[in-house]
């Protein structure tokens, strides 16, 4: 077989395109929509290659018209979870010892199918599965989930050529080994770049995997399998089930070959998960690495000095754009009192230009929350807030739910900065604000950092360098990306390596090599050329 050193394309952000009227991509997104959403589906699950189906079925609806079926997908029975995982097993042999240039070669393949001809169709069913936008989706399924697999690809390269020092006695390298056993990776439905990116990512550095996607989220997890099938993942590699997660859950951690967790959701969930791994820590042929992403409680900070139409728009887009349901939207703000007027004026407007409606009207800048108990809860703080003495509804604060989700933008101003909807992780397009004393910023730093226990995503809007170099230093533990002058959302692979701490996560940092590190087991070799032959030191004389 011929060898190199092998060097893969320079990873580059895809382009995000316009989707303006005339453009071909608004053209073709817009003919695979109404195809998609006029036809039904029948969604398998797919293991060791093969597409597994159970007659036990349910149904799959947009939330933005929850009565419209467009599919139904298979439930997994225990014995389709423990196939899943001996299957992996069977496969990892032949795919760990697969050469690394093979591997980066199939996922810069589906790279490409996604950005030329699975365009429209991957964006059109996130825009149907989850009611996001076509710039939502765009900069989601299509572009952040290429640049995750551009980008890995690179990074891998980066990791494989970091070796030790060595000298003229010996040769020392390593060798970079994928986990011993299989791994488990559990996908959110908000996303469907990290739908995509979790499982990927860990095959890449050569692990087998066991895929449990968001029962929200199935629709455009099946564009992403039909992907990867084309790319050429081979048979085993990556298996995915459908179905209960606590029963998928509790088969894949009793297994002995369990040897990491790839996570994204709640963390109310994630604690639960980690738990559940150190009770059976004993039964583990090896320590399972975790890796989780979880939620955040993410803020605005604006100075006196901020320019009032800045934060204004750095709330309309990072608390409202896909309904509020990134873990990095801004949830609460911390405006000053001197611009409070000028940021309340500009943020009305904004709303009030704000149209809500399906995703297939381009024109709509809101759609629907992604299920009825998302749409429930989030109903039940409006309501409350309607009646709270400390909280008032300056914009929104209506919903209905009859044909979607819909939940209005909303804006909660209150009076006590730990009133419970800037503490408590929503997920939904209300966002809640506390007007401060324009020459306390100290002490309302103070303040953005004790009341969440997130830290994933916050921001800061000044015009004087000194109050960004005070925020900067104040929150430097409240937030795992932090923005200067922009909105908290919106990180870049490659750009923004994206994760938080305390609550929000392990801080592994998606799209950067940090963590693909955690899906490698390194193996130190040192070859000594001149071996010695007799045990005796010079100290000995």
């Known amino acids: 077989m011929g060898k190199g050193f092998f060097n893969v394309p320079i990873a580059v952000n895809e382009p995000v395109k316009s989707y303006a009227p005339g453009t071909p991509e608004r053209e073709a997104v817009l003919k695979a929509y109404k195809e998609m959403y006029n036809s039904q589906v029948d969604v398998p699950m797919y293991i060791n290659g093969k597409d597994v189906t159970t007659g036990n079925t349910r149904t799959m609806s947009p939330p933005h018209d929850h009565k419209h079926i467009v599919g139904t997908y298979h439930l997994a029975e225990k014995k389709h979870v423990e196939e899943a995982i001996a299957t992996a097993l069977e496969a990892r042999e032949a795919w760990a010892n697969t050469p690394w240039e093979q591997r980066a070669g199939i996922f810069l393949k589906a790279a490409e199918l996604i950005a030329g001809p699975y365009r429209a169709k991957i964006n059109a069913a996130t825009m149907i599965a989850q009611s996001k936008t076509v710039h939502q989706a765009e900069i989601d399924s299509a572009c952040e989930l290429i640049d995750f697999l551009r980008f890995n690809v690179q990074f891998m390269a980066d990791i ?41 990512c860990m095959a890449l550095m050569g692990n087998v995997v066991v895929w449990k996607p968001s029962n929200n989220q199935i629709y455009s997890a099946k564009v992403i399998m039909d992907v990867f099938k084309e790319a050429g993942v081979p048979d085993g590699v990556i298996n995915v089930v459908f179905g209960n997660p606590g029963m998928i859950t509790d088969t894949v951690m009793t297994s002995p070959h369990f040897s990491g967790l790839h996570y994204t959701g709640s963390t109310p969930v994630f604690q639960d998960l980690w738990k559940q791994i150190g009770n059976n820590i004993a039964n583990y042929k090896t320590y399972p690495r975790i890796v989780g992403e979880t939620g955040g409680k993410d803020f605005i900070v604006a100075h006196k000095s901020a320019n009032a139409k800045q934060v204004a728009t750095a709330i309309s887009r990072g608390a409202f754009e896909f309904q509020g349901q990134k873990c990095s939207a801004a949830s609460r703000v911390y405006v000053p009192s001197n611009l409070w007027g000028d940021v309340k004026k500009y943020l009305i407007e904004d709303l009030e230009s704000f149209k809500m409606g399906s995703p297939e009207d381009l024109s709509n800048f809101i759609t629907a929350v992604i299920n009825e108990g998302s749409f429930d809860k989030l109903a039940s703080y409006i309501d409350q807030a ?39 992780e929503l997920f939904g397009p209300v966002v809640t604000i506390y007007v401060y004393e324009e020459d306390k910023f100290t002490e309302t730093l103070k303040l953005v950092d004790e009341t969440s226990e997130y830290a994933l995503t916050g921001a800061i809007l000044s015009t004087c360098r000194y109050a960004i170099t005070e925020a900067t230093t104040a929150l430097q533990n409240a937030a795992g990306n932090f923005y200067i002058n922009d909105k908290p959302t919106g990180a870049v692979v490659g750009q923004q390596p994206f994760g938080g701490a305390r609550a929000s996560g392990t801080n592994d940092k998606a799209g950067s090599a940090q963590n693909l590190m955690r899906w490698i087991s390194p193996r130190l070799i040192k070859e000594t050329f001149v071996t010695p032959t007799d045990y005796r030191y010079p100290f000995l004389g």
């Not at 400390?390 to 009076?415: C, L, M």
Request: glycine residues 6%; negative net charge; contains cysteine.
């Open 386 to 424: 309607k009646t709270d003495a400390d909280a008032e509804i300056i914009a929104g604060g209506n919903y209905d739910k009859s044909k979607g989700y819909f939940i209005e933008p909303t804006v909660i101003v209150t009076t006590n900065p730990k009133y419970e909807t800037m503490c408590t």
């Open 160 to 200: 494989y050529h970091e070796q030790p020092e060595s000298t003229s006695d010996a040769w020392n390298r390593v060798e970079y080994r994928p986990l011993e056993g299989f791994t488990y990776a559990v996908t959110p439905f908000n996303f469907t770049a990290i739908a995509g990116n979790l499982p990927s």
